[in-house]
């Protein structure tokens, strides 16, 4: 496992981190428990010293299974991973969906996550989302307060547009950006939010590196999703055909490096050197070890352009 420095902290991350979206088992794909734990398990005794998680991700279910894998073997994997949780959505009265991130919903979330990670700090704590109503500067004074209360090591955002993670940043220095970026969406590089958090030492760990499913070492059709996975609708029509024709070509690139179409995926980012790591979203530890095998395999330039270029004209 190769490490990197997480911007201006003192924390030395590894490269690929490990993403639990599917194991809360709701809005994307889903999983048994049991998995999810052998995963976790798997992925921090390979070397992972960051998992990803949120507050939405199975309303509390993704971050109570963390917890409880991180507590197993005496608490040992505990003291050698943090946990990177979001704050944004969550399930109110009458399954009523909140989307919020104001200082109320933010305290709230702050006892909720310390209790299912069953920690008295919080490692790093994003806000997941702008939730439109609450100014930028509220909700980043707000984070940051518990910060300098001693409830957070380290505060970032997640999806912020430029504008408003320069906001952020005037507001509170930040230590973490989470954007999607890979080789089929590159905006946050093209639109200079990754130049931004280079310039202001934050660290950029990236989601969407497999395109959802796309750069896995297998497409699946729509029809092989549950009607509820947003790739059911995704997943179809002539330009999932073309993206079809875009693995294939990746596949040739990826043979001349004796490596898969979702190796090349994860390298081609990690070969940015804004991005500090990339969040694999492995559901089980073969899925995991699969995707660890490109831990610090960097492209050269002439072959991360090639990989575009097969992207716009497949
Ligand atoms: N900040 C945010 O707003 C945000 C948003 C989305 C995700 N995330 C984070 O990023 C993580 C990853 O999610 P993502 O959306 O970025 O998805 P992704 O990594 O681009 O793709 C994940 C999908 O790729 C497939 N896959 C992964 N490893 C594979 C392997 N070794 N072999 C075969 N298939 C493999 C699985 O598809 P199948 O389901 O078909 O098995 C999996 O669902 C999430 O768990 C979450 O932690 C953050």
């Not at 998995?35 to 509390?60: F, H, M, P």
């Amino acid at each position: 496992m190769t490490y990197q420095q997480m911007g201006n902290t003192d924390f030395s991350v590894s490269d690929i981190i490990l993403g639990t979206w599917k194991a809360g088992g709701t809005g994307w794909g889903a999983v048994n428990d049991f998995d999810s734990i052998d995963t976790i398990e798997y992925c921090v005794d390979s070397g992972v010293n960051l998992i990803d998680t949120a507050t939405g991700y199975g309303y509390g279910r993704a971050e109570r299974l963390i917890g409880f894998a991180l507590q197993g073997e005496g608490g040992s994997r505990k003291s050698t991973a943090k946990v990177m949780t979001k704050w944004y959505l969550w399930l109110g009265e009458d399954d009523v969906k909140i989307r919020s991130v104001s200082p109320e919903t933010q305290a709230r979330s702050l006892a909720g996550s310390k209790a299912r990670l069953g920690v008295d700090k919080l490692d790093i704590v994003l806000l997941h989302r702008d939730d439109k109503v609450t100014p930028i500067e509220t909700a980043i004074e707000t984070l940051a307060k518990f910060q300098s209360e001693g409830h957070i090591s380290h505060i970032g955002v997640s999806n912020y547009s430029l504008e408003h993670l320069e906001r952020a940043q005037k507001t509170a220095p930040l230590q973490m950006y989470q954007p999607p970026f890979s080789l089929l969406n590159t905006t946050v590089r093209d639109d200079g939010r990754l130049a931004f958090c280079r310039e202001n030492g934050i660290a950029v760990t990236v989601y969407r590196v497999l395109g959802g499913g796309l750069l896995a070492p297998r497409i699946k059709d729509g029809d092989e999703y549950a009607f509820w996975d947003p790739r059911f609708e995704s997943h179809r029509g002539p330009e999932f055909e073309r993206k079809k024709r875009v693995h294939a070509e990746l596949g040739k690139v990826a043979q001349r490096f004796d490596s898969s179409v979702l190796q090349l995926a994860v390298s081609w980012v990690l070969s940015h050197r804004e991005v500090t790591c990339a969040i694999i979203g492995a559901t089980t530890p073969e899925q995991a070890a699969h995707s660890l095998a490109a831990s610090g395999k960097r492209l050269p330039q002439n072959v991360i352009d090639e990989c575009e270029e097969i992207v716009t004209t497949a």
